[in-house]
């Protein structure tokens, strides 16, 4: 029952994420997500402060960015896509390099 309870909890979690990105449209270019950052960084921080002033908890500042998110926007997938287009040949020349290896230790041995 528990197994249950957790995964249709996890799966609404990640459906409502998933209908949040998709009404959002975070997932289209870097502007539209530089325009919600914007607005989160903005409403955030008063959530943070408000919710710490009722707690009476005092936060350090957090850090502030000087990335613009646009110019950063899918960097992560490029490098993803490139290390994944270039796994082929490095894996050809790692084998390579691997049997060369292999070949002079046994000719020295041998």
Known sequence: MVFFSRFFAKVGIIGSTMYVVS?????GNGERSSEILQKLSIAVPAAVDQTAKYFGVKLPELPKLNVSPDKMWNTGIDATVSFFSAAP???????QKGWQYIKNVTNKTG
């Open 23 to 27: 009404d959002q449209e975070l997932l």
């Open 89 to 95: 040949s490095k894996c050809t020349e790692y084998t």
